[in-house]
């Protein structure tokens, strides 16, 4: 549903909220943190754009990555001058691997065309960046790259990309690690450059893996259209996610344990393959799986890894039955790593009393500071880091470890607003970009607005058919006994005038993969629908002079983490060079996408009529605030064309934003324990096997009873 600015609506906000609201009011609080498009200092400024190579040590080291000057130049904005060429050797490894003449010689005149330096230029470049919990991979970002690249003279593109490789000693240039950089230099109205502290804190490096090329070749010269993604996401291809064998993740007493079961069955699939002859033994990629120092102590809960009918450990159980308890899951073929590695982390308690309506509440009531509106979740960091000095001949590509790193994601406690539930104030004073859409001239940034206004929140309540059966009283109920369920009575479905909140029953099926679904309902309702925003009530594109701000960097660094012990480890070398795990990086004054959600405020007034007497717009103050207020960035595309830098921000609404913090009251539901006796206490071998044998005994006639089958004795 579109909106016409010209209809005006009446509102029945009450003086706190209107106050709060209005965009003349309350200015002197309006942009106490804000930080404005550093850009706008800049009378006049280009955007020098550099294609290069790079080597192994500096993909995995991010402090090289930062500091080194760029090498085995491929393409620069404006030309290349010196493409400062590595005269780099293969090593004795590669050097068995070419042997033809053929061989030897395409990889002699790929170096050559790099020394030679011909000009190549960038006419377009787009970067689609997709924050984390997002619907397309859920749990880690995705940045996609667009290049359109103009060569006036020749076909060079693709040599000079495969000498680059050879350089720093890779044979396999398709696999191979690339920097993308961007330089933004200008000058004011007075004539001064930008400045070298500048000029640092607005560079960008993004090390890049190429995906695609195509080329098109006419009387202009040469284009090339040229796909790219981060080279931390190049684990997350289907070739590295996909498992392509069978096997049975262990419980162990910590979390890192059990995430160190799975590392070895993906080990021992690779093995395999390299014994099967797929690839070269002693030459197969290995991988990595370690969850951050912070989750070092967490032991999964086997209830909510779908086998807490009975504890793990402390029964009177033979040594077989104890193996089945200790079973986290079973995994096939065509499973992902990804949904594996993601069901295993929310087996952790924390995650299932995080997202309660007590701290949702506590949050946005607290003050503080900016850290304390948010939730923490998980994330996943990804590396691919190849060892070019060993070659596959059979693959035909170098060995490379995988590395999956699993650590704390922030959730701003506006994206868990449940409906009837306000989220107060409390965040005005700390988000960092505020706009004003208000026909006036405080508006210096929005290009173009469009809202797109559903006409209620309509919430799906998940339900789960193939994981636990509905009659499994088990998962209703909570280690106390109980579950805790919304009193109607308390419900305002009007919190958020005027909009309406609705909802029904959804389904949702159990993970593909193997590891068991346990009763982690509540937490899947909110990562759904964290992770589909677009289905919201008030959805917002937002086209506005473009600002680094929204470019991160953080998120372009590849991880490689020190492992502590198997399945343990930290980041703190990534971590600085984001200023740290905030939201917003003081070093290069932007959003740390992958850290945490990024929150901005707009301010909205459009023109309701015409005055005839003064012949001036009308701005009704109590009018169209209802699209005023804070909203989550769930898509960022930035586009540098024609010497222009614009970005457009997909944006959701955070709902509820209200005069005061509210919140609907819950029941609690009383039950027994299906496997506790009269004491509370977990029944003995005997009785838990008598138990069991009685509901399967009843399922069994229960479908017998419905397929009308007789029993014969």
């Known amino acids: 549903m579109a909106i016409n600015f010209n209809n005006s609506s009446s509102s029945n906000f009450d003086d706190t909220f209107l106050a709060k609201k209005t965009v003349l009011e309350d200015k002197k609080t309006e942009r106490v943190s804000a930080v404005p498009n550093p850009l706008f200092k800049f009378a006049s400024y280009n955007v020098i754009f550099t294609l290069s190579a790079l080597n192994r040590f500096e993909i995995a080291d991010p402090g090289l990555l930062l500091s080194s000057k760029a090498h085995d130049i491929i393409i620069r904005s404006g030309g290349i001058g010196d493409p400062n060429a590595t005269d780099g050797t293969l090593n004795a490894e590669n050097k068995k691997a070419v042997q033809s003449p053929l061989a030897k010689e395409a990889l002699r005149s790929a170096k050559a065309k790099l020394k030679e330096g011909r000009d190549l230029y960038f006419q377009r470049v787009q970067m689609n960046n997709i924050p984390g919990l997002n619907s397309q991979r859920r749990l880690t970002s995705v940045t996609n790259i667009d290049m359109t690249i103009v060569e006036p003279l020749g076909i060079s593109l693709l040599e000079k990309i495969r000498g680059a490789a050879a350089n720093n000693d890779f044979l396999d240039h398709i696999d191979a690690p690339y920097l993308l950089s961007m330089e933004f230099e200008g000058m004011d109205e007075f004539g001064n450059t930008i400045t070298p502290k500048q000029a640092e804190n607005l560079k960008r490096v993004i090390p890049i893996k190429l995906t695609n090329m195509e080329l098109d070749v006419n009387q202009g010269g040469t284009t090339y259209t040229v796909k790219a993604i981060p080279f931390n996401q190049f684990p997350f291809v289907n070739r590295f996610t996909y498992l392509r064998t069978t096997g049975v993740i262990n419980t162990g007493d910590t979390l890192s344990e059990t995430m160190k079961n799975l590392q070895d069955i993906m080990n021992e699939q690779l093995r395999q393959e390299s014994v ?27 209830t909510n890894l779908g086998m807490g009918d009975i504890a793990i450990g402390g029964q009177n159980l033979d040594a077989r039955e104890r193996a089945i308890l200790r079973k986290a899951g079973q995994v096939k073929q065509s499973d992902n790593l990804l949904t594996i590695i993601t069901e295993l982390m929310k087996s952790l308690p924390r ?45 035909g590509s170098h060995p490379k470890k995988i590395i999956y790193h699993v650590r704390p994601y922030k959730v701003h406690a506006y994206s868990l607003a449940e409906p009837g539930t306000s989220t107060g104030f409390t965040y005005e004073n700390y988000v960092k970009k505020v706009y004003n859409y208000i026909f006036t001239g405080d508006n210096v940034d929005i290009i ?4 797109n206004y559903k006409v209620a929140y309509f919430a799906s309540k998940i339900k789960d058919i193939q994981g636990k059966s509905a009659t499994d009283e088990f998962s209703k109920l909570g280690n106390d006994n109980t579950v805790s369920v919304t009193d109607p009575n308390s419900t305002n479905n009007f919190a958020d005038p005027p909009f309406i909140h609705k909802s029904n029953a959804a389904v949702v099926t159990s993970v593909s993969a193997g590891v068991q679904k346990g009763d982690a309902g509540r937490l899947d309702q909110i990562i759904d629908a964290l992770s589909n925003p677009t289905a919201d009530m008030v959805t917002m594109n937002m086209t506005i002079l473009g600002d680094p701000a929204y470019l991160g960097q953080g998120q372009f660094i590849p991880t490689n983490p020190d492992v502590k012990k198997p399945g343990l480890a930290n980041d703190r070398n990534r971590s600085a060079f984001s200023g740290g795990r905030e939201m917003w990086s003081t070093i290069f004054g932007n959003y740390n996408m992958d850290l945490g959600e990024p929150i901005i405020k707009l301010n909205f007034r459009a023109p309701t009529d015409l005055d005839d007497n003064k012949g001036v717009y009308e701005l009704g103050k109590d009018e169209q605030v209802a699209f005023s207020g804070f909203y989550r960035v769930i898509q960022v595309d930035s586009v540098f064309e024609d010497g222009k830098f614009v970005q457009e921000l997909q944006l959701v609404r955070a709902n509820n934003q209200g005069p005061r913090p509210y919140a609907p009251t819950s029941k609690k539901v009383y039950g027994p324990h299906p496997y506790l006796d009269q004491s509370n206490k977990l029944l003995d071998k005997d009785g838990l096997q008598a138990k069991l044998t009685e509901e399967k005994n009843n399922a069994l006639g229960r479908l017998m009873e419905k397929f009308d089958i007789r029993r014969f004795v």
Do not use: H
């Open 276 to 302: 099967q002859k797929f690839g070269e033994e002693g030459k197969e990629d290995t991988f990595q799986i370690t969850i951050d120092e912070s989750f070092a102590s967490e032991v999964p809960s086997a």
């Open 448 to 451: 173009d607005l469009n809202i």
């Open 351 to 395: 995650f299932q009393n995080e997202f309660s309506l007590e701290n949702f509440l506590t949050k946005i009531k607290g003050g503080g500071d900016e850290n304390s509106m948010f939730f923490d979740y998980f994330f996943i960091d990804a590396n691919a880091i190849p060892d070019n000095s060993r070659f596959d001949r059979i693959r």
